[in-house]
C-alpha cells in the first residue's frame, strides 16, 4: 500500500467512491442526475457549475474511475491550444490503442478559454472521441460557448452546509490528520471555510503542522485564534458581527455617505469576506436601493464584479471600491423594489385572473371566432407610439398603481412621462 502520509490532506480525504462524497446529494443521491448517468454505465458530457470547493474535480475523477476511463486535466488559466492537442492525441492513442481505453477530459476554469480554445473541443466531442467535463464557477450561459453548452448537460453544485463540513472535519480526525479540536472551534473552522471545502483542508493542514511543532494534542478555540490570526478572529462569518458590518455597508451606501460606505467595504475584505459576495452585495444594493433613479448604477455594478473575476485581488478589488463609491452618492430609488413586493404580495394572495381577451394571442381562426385579440389597439399604429386609454390589467385592477417613481435622478422625467400618459389614459377612458 502506498504511503500517502506525505500527501495533501485534501488528497488523502479525496473521495474514492460516490458514497464517500459528502454533499451535493441533489445530483448524486440515489435516483438523482448524476447518481443515474454514474450507473448508466455511459459517460455524457457535462459543466459543473458551482463555488469553489464543491467537488467538482472530485466527481470528474470519480466519472473517469467509474468508466475505467483515461482521465486527463487541463487548467484553463494556465493551459492553451498546445493543450488540447496533446489531450487530442493522448486520447486518439487510448481509443486506437490495444486497450481502446475510453478517455475524460476535464477542464476546470474552463470559462477561462476564449471561443477559438473552447471550440477546438466541438468535433472531437460530437465524433465521441473522449468525453469532455467542464467545471466552471461562473454562469456557464454567459462564460461558455453555446455550441460546446448544447453538447453537454449542465449540474449546479452548490455550497457545502455546516454539517457537511463538520463531516470533513471529523474524516480528518478519523485519520489522526489532525488532533482533537474543541466544538467552539470547530465551529470557527466551518464558518471560515464558508462552504468551501478545500479551504477548511488547507486551513485544518496548517493547524496540523503547527500543533505538531508545539506538541499540542488538543486545539482550544484560542489556540486557534492566535496560529490563525486576526483575520478568523475578525471575520465571523454567520455570527453577529459579520452581518452588522455588511448592515453597516448597505445602509450608509443608501444613505449617501461614500466616506462611511468605503470605510465598512475596506472593513469587510480585510476581515476575509470574499470579494464575490461583496460584488454580489453591490449589485443587490444598485437594484434595490438606487434602481430607475440611475440605471447605469446597476450596469456599474455587474463590470465591477466582472473586472474583479478578470483581476482578482488585489487589483480587482478597486473597482469594487470604485463601486461603493458611485452607488452611495447615486440618487436613491427603492420604488421598483417596492412596486415588485406589492405585486408579489398581490399575486401571491390573488385569485387567477384571466388574460383579458383583447391581449389574448390568437394563431388560430377558432381563437379568432371565439374573439381572442378582438379590439386590440397596435399601439405603433397610434398617435405617439401610445394607445390612449386601452386597458391592459385583468378585470377588477383597472386603475390599480405598483410604480411611483420618486422625484429623484431619472425618476424625475419618468413621473413626467407617467403623468402624461396617464392623463392620455384619463381622456381615452372619457
Known sequence: MANTAHQPLAERLRPKTLGEVIGQQHLLGPGMPLRIAFESGQ????????????????????????????????????????????????????????????????????????KSQQDAFLPHVESGLFTFIGATTENPSFEVNSALLSRAAVYVLQSLGEDDLKQIVARAQAIQAVPAID????????????????????????????????????????????????RMRRYDKGGEQFYDTISALHKSVRGSDPDAALYWFVRMLDGGADPRY?????????????????????RLALDA??????????????????????????????AVYKAYNAVRALVKTDS?????MHLRNAPTKLMKELDYGKGYRYAHDEEGGFAAGERYLPDGLEGQVFYEPVERGLEIRIAEKLRELRRRNAEGNG
Request: hydrophobic share 45%; charged share 25%.
Open 305 to 334: 464584479a466582472e473586472v474583479y473575476e478578470r483581476l482578482g485581488t488585489p487589483e480587482g478589488e478597486l473597482a469594487l471600491a470604485e463601486c461603493v463609491v458611485y452607488l452611495a452618492i447615486a440618487p436613491k430609488s427603492n
Open 278 to 298: 461583496m460584488a454580489r452585495r453591490l449589485v443587490r444594493m444598485a437594484s434595490e436601493d438606487i434602481g430607475l433613479a440611475d440605471p447605469r448604477a446597476l
Open 183 to 230: 466544538a467552539t472551534a470547530i465551529d470557527r473552522l466551518v464558518a471560515y471555510a464558508d462552504g468551501d471545502a478545500r479551504r477548511l483542508l488547507n486551513t485544518l493542514e496548517t493547524l496540523a503542522v503547527a500543533a505538531r511543532a508545539e506538541k499540542l494534542d488538543h486545539i482550544t478555540d484560542e489556540w486557534l485564534l492566535r496560529v490563525l490570526g486576526e
Open 43 to 114: 459517460p455524457h458530457s457535462c459543466i459543473l457549475w458551482g463555488p469553489p470547493g464543491t467537488g467538482k474535480t472530485t466527481i470528474a475523477r470519480l466519472m473517469a474511475d467509474a468508466f475505467d476511463a483515461q482521465f486527463l486535466s487541463i487548467s484553463a488559466v494556465l493551459g492553451g491550444v498546445k493543450d488540447i492537442r496533446e489531450a487530442v492525441d493522448r486520447a486518439t492513442s487510448a481509443r486506437d490503442g490495444l486497450e481502446q481505453r475510453r478517455t475524460i477530459i476535464f477542464v476546470d476554469e474552463v470559462h477561462r478559454f476564449n
Open 352 to 356: 387567477t385572473r384571466p388574460v383579458p
